[in-house]
């Protein structure tokens, strides 16, 4: 063991020494792991950064009632009375003056001009109440002042000012027939709410001419079994037909189906290109072996074996590989990282995501990249272990 | 009278060629004594190498066996084979084949990698090898910094220091010019009255096959020199 282990060892910093005569294939080939490796970490850093935007939205305490049978906001509605009617349920935390902590909404799509594409986007203009802000998990005010009630005036989520026109505090702009004012711009520390515009549901109600309804009603609940009692509650209650949901839970059911949908289409992409980095890792590996074929006749003539040889070629190839995959993931990080982008979520609107190249995505792509070099290599490693010495000793 | 180390008994060998079937050696039977020093002479094509890499088991027979110091290697597995040459030949090539990446001393030193030889024994032999073939000051020197000659001395040295009994030289002296050529020949024929080295030497040079104490002459797959080699 002792034995192949020194030749294997003694060949592959043989074969790592002569890269630099190489530099032409070696380079192709690592290009090629660079790109795939970029590209996967790039699809993964999407689905990622969505994930944590979405996972990051929403309170465990934090009640979302729904229509029955609805899966997003856009397709539930409740008339006022019925608003009331949960407002008013057991289960619910109330504030300092006895109020219940409910904020009944209104989720409307408008359109916007994406500022990188110039083409409209749908943006979610959701009207609150009051109470809306504070059931915001991490809301902050980050410039300009809030919307006041009764007023055509909004405050816009940082995702949403950064990323579509006309935004910026202090600017008009018209959604429909109506002309907003944007009185301000908030935080909700980097979740799904950044992406979205507020208004007062009164005005958002009377400028869309929708009555007196709602969509989703908000609520904290009040202890660790509130959620229940209030479901059980409107469970029971005749004049609703409900679902009660976990804030956080709802957000984290939402981001799944977006980051599937993300890695179904982006995983193909990358499988086609580990195949086309197969083939030039194949090539560089080919065109090493043949480079130094009379070495490596040499070397077995002097004695050295056919398996060290051919786990020496291997270990090259999986060298150049891990090389390429820490370049990919290298421009992966520094292109990708925190780079803010929006997508159409099933809420249909945008959201506004970072993408988030993590450590333990950087690995999947290494990892992905030592599989290419390994694949890559083992038809020239059998090549370099079989070769006929005699006939190589003669090359030129 | 010096004792039989290389055996020959009816050797042949053939390669396929399409549907053809090439017959490079036939029969051929010969023994070579330790210490001796044997030229083998004969036109291109006339399987002079073909039976230097059968004596040094980069090839096997199609018939016939090959015995070296009592063993017959001509069943050896490969591997076995590769670690049989480890110990047993050095090898001489017309291109020196020298590894680029490596420095002379390194070069030398590849053979020693395949003992269980300490770092500073390995360097302590390599050293004693470059020494012999008048190369010490060169021990740094990459190949492209060497001339020919020199390339050929390192050659030898890496050949010699994992001390084999048998030196077997392809066209030794095919790509030096003739003074140097003598110079390579000298050194080899030192190595082999004055070390006991056994070798045999595949050469179209007369002057070369010269400094052998016995030519054989190969043509058309037949040994048909020197009878009194031929059992």
Redesign the interface.
């Known amino acids: 063991m ?2 192949w282990l ?2 294997t060892a ?1 060949l592959a910093a ?1 074969n790592l ?2 890269l630099p ?1 190489r530099p032409g294939t070696a380079a192709v080939a690592m290009s090629g792991i660079a790109a795939l490796t970029g590209v996967f970490a790039g699809v993964l850093s999407m689905a990622s950064g969505f994930e944590k935007t979405m996972d990051g939205t929403g309170r465990a305490d934090v009640a979302l009632v729904l229509r029955s049978g609805s899966t997003a906001e856009l397709n539930s509605r409740f008339t006022g009375e019925q608003a009331d009617v949960i407002r008013y349920a057991p289960g619910i935390a109330r504030d300092a003056e006895g109020e219940p902590e409910v904020s009944a909404e209104l989720f409307w799509i408008v359109n916007a001009v994406g500022k990188s594409s110039g083409t409209e986007a749908n943006v979610a203009l959701r009207g609150i109440q009051p109470t809306g802000y504070s059931l915001r998990k991490d809301y902050r005010l980050a410039e300009g002042r809030e919307f006041t009630p009764g007023r055509f005036e909004l405050v816009v989520g940082r995702g949403a000012r950064s990323q579509f026109m006309g935004l910026e505090p202090g600017q008009t702009i018209r959604f429909g027939k109506t002309e907003w004012l944007v009185t301000g711009m908030f935080e909700t520390g980097g979740s799904v709410f950044e992406s979205e515009l507020w208004c007062d549901v009164n005005v958002l109600q009377s400028a869309y001419q929708l009555g007196n309804g709602f969509q989703v009603v908000r609520a904290r609940v009040d202890g660790a079994d509130g959620r229940l009692q209030l479901e059980e509650a409107l469970g029971d209650d005749q004049r609703l037909s409900v679902d009660v949901w976990s804030e956080k839970q709802f957000y984290s059911d939402q981001a799944e189906d977006t980051a599937s949908l993300i890695n179904n289409i982006g995983l193909p992409i990358s499988i086609l290109m580990g195949i086309g980095a197969v083939f030039a890792a194949l090539n560089a590996m080919y065109a090493s072996i043949a480079a130094r074929a ?2 490596l006749a ?10 060290p040889t051919a786990l020496a070629t291997l270990l090259e190839s999986v060298v150049l590989a891990f090389l390429g995959g820490v370049l990919g993931c290298a421009i992966a990080w520094f292109a990708l990282n925190g780079f803010q982008a929006s997508t159409l979520a099933s809420s249909f609107s945008q959201v506004v995501f970072n993408f988030a190249v993590t450590p333990d995505l950087l690995g999947r792509g290494i990892v992905a990249a030592l599989i290419v070099g390994l694949v890559g290599g083992i038809f020239p490693a059998v090549r370099a272990a079989t070769a006929q ?2 006939s190589a ?2 090359e ?1 | 009278m010096a004792r039989e180390l290389i055996r020959l008994a009816e050797v042949s060998k053939n390669y396929r060629k399409g549907r053809e079937l090439v017959r490079v050696l036939e029969g051929i039977s010969l023994a070579i004594e330790e210490g001796d020093f044997v030229g083998l002479m004969g036109p291109s094509g006339s399987g002079k ?2 039976l230097l ?1 059968l004596l ?1 088991g ?2 096997k027979p199609t018939s016939g066996d090959v015995e070296v110091d009592g063993r017959n290697i001509s069943n050896l597995s ?2 076995a084979l ?2 049989w ?3 047993n030949i050095g ?1 001489i ?1 017309q ?1 020196y ?1 020298l ?4 420095t002379a001393a390194r070069n030398v030193g ?2 020693l ?2 003992t ?1 030889l300490s770092a500073s024994q390995r360097k302590k032999h390599v050293n004693t090898a470059l020494q012999l073939v008048g190369l010490a000051d060169r021990a740094k020197h990459y190949p492209r910094e060497l001339s020919g000659g020199q390339e050929q001395r390192v050659a030898i040295a ?1 050949a010699i220091v994992s001390d084999p009994p048998i030196l077997l030289c392809d066209e030794p002296t095919g790509d030096l010019d003739r003074a140097t050529a003598d110079e390579i020949m000298s050194l080899l024929q030192r190595l082999n009255r004055d070390y006991g080295k056994t070798i045999v030497m595949v050469t179209h040079d007369p002057r070369a096959a010269s400094f052998a104490h016995r030519v054989l002459h190969l043509d058309k797959g037949e040994l048909g020199a020197a009878p009194e080699e031929i059992h």
């Open positions: 002792f034995g020194t030749q003694a043989l020494r002569s005569r009379r070495e040499t070397l077995r003539a002097v004695g050295f074996g056919s398996f010495v005699t000793l003669r030129l | 190498t073909t890499n040094g980069l090839d490969t591997g590769a670690k040459r480890a110990s090898f090539f291109f084949n590894l680029p990446v490596l590849l053979p990698l395949l269980s890496r």
